[in-house]
């Protein structure tokens, strides 16, 4: 069989048209910076950490939104979980983080002794803010701080110019959404920001942003895209266009060994447009197909879309990974073709592993229910009054009053219960728990309950997967819970509270 090139995602002249997208970098901040603070900006300028991003605020490099344009209406449809294919000028050209690297210069590499949690209190603004729990964004920084700057500390001014630079331009984040506070705690400490793997982390969360805005295309408001800066794209030399960046400058178009991420696909489609790319292929006449598949958008608007609702180019992700043997964290859980394979099954939901004490990863009894454990508290849901629910509802405030902290003792009372009629449901007697799971995410996300039916349920079991899929995947959740730390499970006796 003939290998083909990867397909465009929208035929040449049919993308669609971004009517906004949004530059979230300040790099005008980082100028006022050096105006209020030009002694600590020199000092920040000088650490090797972002000798890139700083160069290009003194170039005065503008934001390109071509290249993002491209990014998201010139993708060729691969495989490819941690790269970006796009065409530009009929070439294709690559973004990995290999180009990344390139361009920003940041560490790329993990540190597993860099704690991030643990800070030191020297009595100075950022200690202030970080002990009370405050909040602080872009925004207020260069309405209100800059204004105050001169009486704190030199090192809190320099933490200022390093956040500024991490949040505004390394992350590229919204100037009036509140500053992460690990990002904080990092800059308490300038070897914790040397040591971290700012170009692995900005550009997992440049991938995520991206594929968040290609969600939005073909829906009636208005695209937009947040993300870090990523280069400078004004114009294109005709005879200076590479596809890829080679480490080694003799044209080798493969990724480094160092840029080689774990659980990346193989697709024999990107591997001819290397091995084209690798012998000078001229691409001026290319004539790119692309993905002619007629894309069902009504049900991305319908009521139930949040509980049910995913694009079929996402789904493929997930089938592609099935087909694999990779087994995906997330947080203390691990996700596998096992726990999928639960999911997608009516005859076996996944609570038959808790039954048997397998589950959860992290507290693991093997003790299995009804024989090594006779006492069990379990949702309930059906048409008749059960006195079960009664019993959670003077439960749940007791264990609530038990667990607070002393400076936070309030008193509960026994919640009141409501019974909401949801019709004639799972008429399989196989679905409990995926409308358990449902009907809790549409307590959380303010919906009617009446939005999940027999009709919708199989979507909904889809959804669950593709849910757990995209969290495992997700850049800012696997570095949060690199860090964590699993509580140790103790068993002990039951106390009767009722």
């Known amino acids: 069989m003939e ?54 605020a003194e170039n005065d490099l503008k934001f390109s939104g071509k290249l993002v344009d491209s990014f998201i209406c010139r993708q060729l449809i691969t495989s490819k979980l941690h790269e970006k294919w796009f065409v530009f000028a009929r070439t294709p050209l690559r973004f990995s983080l290999q180009e990344y690297h390139a361009v920003t210069g940041l560490k790329i590499t993990r540190e597993t002794n860099t704690d991030v949690v643990k800070w030191k209190n020297d009595g100075g603004f950022w200690s202030n803010l970080l002990h009370t729990g405050g909040k602080i964004t872009l925004q207020s920084i260069r309405k209100v701080h800059l204004q105050e700057v ?80 990523c280069g400078n794209w004004k114009g294109v030399a005709k005879d200076n266009l590479f596809s890829v960046i080679s480490v080694t400058g003799n044209g080798n178009v493969f990724l480094d060994v160092d840029y080689i991420r774990k659980g990346e696909m193989e697709d024999q489609r990107v591997d001819l447009l290397l091995e084209r790319i690798r012998n000078k292929y001229d691409w001026s006449s290319t004539d790119w197909q692309w993905n002619d598949e007629q894309i069902d958008r009504t049900k991305e608007d319908s009521p139930d879309a949040a509980l049910v609702f995913f694009r079929e ?15 995906l964290r997330i947080g203390p859980a691990t996700l596998d073709f096992e726990i999928a394979n639960r999911l997608m099954d009516k005859s076996e939901w996944v609570d038959s592993l808790y039954g048997k004490g397998v589950l959860p990863p992290h507290g693991r009894t093997h003790e299995i229910w009804n024989i090594d454990v006779d006492r069990l508290y379990v949702p309930v849901h059906g048409r008749k009054r059960y006195k079960e629910v009664d019993g959670f509802a003077n439960l749940i405030p007791r264990i609530v009053k038990a667990v607070q902290p002393m400076r936070h003792q309030k008193d509960f009372s026994a919640y009141t219960v409501f019974y909401v009629p949801v019709g004639n449901l799972n008429k399989s007697a196989c679905d409990c728990g995926v409308y358990a799971v449902k009907f809790i995410e549409c307590h959380a996300l303010g919906l009617e309950l009446s939005l999940l039916h027999d009709g919708n349920i199989i979507e909904a079991r889809h959804r669950i997967l593709w849910d757990l899929w995209e969290a495992a995947n997700d850049p800012e ?22």
């Open 3 to 56: 290998l083909e090139l990867p397909k465009r995602l929208y035929a040449e002249g049919s993308e669609p048209r971004v009517k906004k997208i949004n530059n979230s970098c300040r790099m005008e901040l980082i100028r006022d910076l050096k105006k209020a603070m030009c002694a600590e900006y020199d000092d920040v300028k000088r650490d090797h950490v972002f000798t890139h991003i700083m160069a290009i």
């Open 313 to 327: 180019e996402d789904w493929e992700k997930v089938r592609t990974w099935s087909t694999s043997s990779t087994r």
């Open 150 to 229: 001169h009486t704190w500390t030199r090192l809190d001014r320099m933490r200022l110019i390093y956040l500024c630079v991490i949040v505004g331009v390394v992350m590229g984040r919204d100037e009036k959404v509140s500053i992460p506070h690990m990002y904080i705690k990092l800059v308490m400490d300038f070897d914790k920001v040397r040591k971290f793997h700012w170009g692995l982390h900005s550009y997992d969360f440049l991938l995520s942003s991206i594929e968040k805005a290609m969600k939005k295309l073909g829906r009636r408001v208005s695209d937009s895209f947040k993300g870090p800066r």
């Open 477 to 498: 959740l696997i570095d949060r819970m690199s860090k964590y730390q699993s509580p140790e499970c103790l068993s002990s006796t039951v106390e009767e509270i009722l």
